[in-house]
């Protein structure tokens, strides 16, 4: 679907992206030309619950953590129920379904949400997205963790942490204001990989040899189907198995392993957009900017121009 109809996805800045055949809405960040692509949302009264519809069921593209200060609750991944309880810490990846249907329990409680794009963290800007599931920053959102529990010692190091990113997002314009929003977020992703389990997750041969087909082809102008057709499956299957095992089909990461490209060379190089298209797998300068600006609400040139402000 296209992106004529937009709304909100709940406590996040973001935008109705799709919707998939089951109806999930999957949402996708809304970012503001200068600003660091991270929202930080406090549910602390009945009121900040209230705006929840019942079972809201969705996805989204960007990375959420979720502390529960106090209270407690439940919501859904994939179908997959998760308690919340005071102290836990839990991640949600791209492409993952959120089901909200009892987490108003948390009204007489205390939770905070972050959302974010890699964008966000100086340590991921130019990471592959095809080995976000592998990067030491992200062990929480590895499909074998997911979630975690904070000593209770050093809980109010994490009510300090987003209380300040909090502040600092408040007033971008501030002096050090970038600096401070990725260092406080890289902390705490460092917090929140240290929970999680130290043994790494048992790749999956089948995402494996789809993601190094990617890597392989992606900067040529290869489709899905180009995709599928060499690895012998159609691109009906593959898709289908991809998402069920990775949350995103197969154009999605075909697309965002072109797009983290296409950033990376705007932020690190001065090459005109013609080359910048050619070297990502895109038509020519003129579709670069159509899907750029269609993906991020800005044209490459003017978002260049923001990146050289960020830390």
Same mark, same amino acid.
């Given at each position: 679907?296209?992106?004529?109809?937009?709304?909100?996805?709940?406590?996040?800045?973001?935008? /109705?992206? &799709?919707?998939?055949?089951?109806?999930?809405? *999957? %949402?996708? %960040?809304? +970012?503001?030309?200068?600003?660091?692509?991270?929202?930080?949302?406090? %549910?602390?009264?009945?009121?900040?619950?209230?705006?929840?519809?019942?079972?809201?069921?969705?996805?989204?593209?960007?990375?959420?953590?979720?502390?529960?200060?106090?209270?407690?609750?439940?919501?859904?991944?994939?179908?997959?129920?998760?308690?919340?309880?005071?102290?836990?810490?839990?991640?949600?990846?791209?492409? +993952? *379904?959120?089901?909200?249907?009892?987490?108003?329990?948390? &009204?007489?409680?205390?939770? =905070?949400?972050?959302?974010?794009?890699?964008?966000? @963290?100086?340590?991921?800007?130019?990471?592959?997205?095809?080995? =976000?599931?592998?990067?030491?920053?992200?062990?929480?959102?590895?499909?074998?963790?997911?979630?975690?529990?904070?000593?209770?010692?050093?809980?109010?190091?994490?009510?300090?942490?987003?209380?300040? /990113?909090?502040?600092?997002?408040?007033?971008?314009?501030?002096?050090?204001?970038? !600096?401070?929003?990725?260092?406080?977020?890289?902390?705490?992703?460092?917090?929140?990989?240290?929970?999680?389990?130290?043994?790494?997750?048992?790749?999956?041969?089948?995402?494996?040899? @789809?993601?190094?087909?990617?890597?392989?082809?992606?900067?040529?102008?290869?489709?899905?189907?180009?995709?599928?057709? #060499?690895?012998?499956? &159609?691109?009906?299957?593959?898709?289908?198995?991809?998402?069920?095992?990775?949350?995103?089909? $197969?154009? !999605?990461?075909?697309? !965002?392993?072109?797009?983290?490209? *296409?950033?990376?060379? $705007?932020?690190?190089?001065?090459?005109?957009?013609?080359?910048?298209?050619? +070297?990502?797998?895109?038509?020519?300068? &003129?579709?670069?900017?159509?899907?750029?600006?269609?993906? %991020?609400?800005? #044209?490459?040139?003017?978002?260049?121009?923001?990146?050289?402000? =960020?830390?």
């Amino acid at each position: 679907m296209g992106h004529s109809s937009v709304s909100d996805s709940p406590g996040v800045r973001s935008s /109705l992206h &799709t919707v998939r055949a089951d109806g999930t809405p *999957v %949402y996708r %960040y809304r +970012q503001r030309p200068g600003i660091p692509p991270i929202s930080v949302t406090r %549910y602390d009264t009945e009121a900040a619950h209230s705006s929840l519809p019942p079972d809201h069921r969705h996805a989204h593209d960007f990375f959420v953590l979720v502390y529960v200060e106090e209270g407690m609750g439940s919501f859904t991944v994939d179908g997959a129920e998760r308690p919340l309880r005071a102290g836990e810490v839990h991640a949600v990846s791209p492409g +993952q *379904v959120i089901g909200v249907a009892t987490v108003a329990e948390l &009204t007489r409680g205390r939770a =905070w949400s972050v959302a974010f794009t890699p964008d966000a @963290v100086p340590a991921l800007r130019s990471v592959s997205p095809l080995v =976000w599931m592998h990067h030491p920053l992200l062990a929480l959102f590895s499909s074998s963790a997911g979630h975690g529990r904070i000593a209770e010692p050093d809980q109010p190091n994490w009510s300090a942490w987003l209380a300040d /990113l909090a502040a600092e997002l408040a007033d971008p314009g501030r002096l050090g204001a970038p !600096e401070a929003v990725a260092a406080l977020l890289t902390r705490l992703l460092v917090a929140a990989a240290r929970l999680a389990a130290s043994a790494p997750a048992t790749p999956d041969p089948f995402v494996e040899r @789809v993601f190094a087909e990617i890597e392989a082809t992606f900067r040529e102008p290869v489709s899905a189907a180009d995709v599928a057709r #060499t690895l012998g499956y &159609t691109p009906g299957h593959l898709t289908t198995v991809l998402r069920r095992r990775t949350g995103r089909p $197969l154009l !999605e990461w075909i697309t !965002e392993r072109r797009m983290t490209e *296409v950033r990376r060379m $705007l932020r690190e190089t001065d090459l005109p957009l013609d080359a910048v298209a050619a +070297q990502t797998g895109l038509r020519d300068a &003129t579709y670069l900017v159509r899907r750029f600006r269609d993906r %991020y609400g800005i #044209t490459p040139q003017r978002w260049r121009r923001t990146q050289r402000a =960020w830390p």
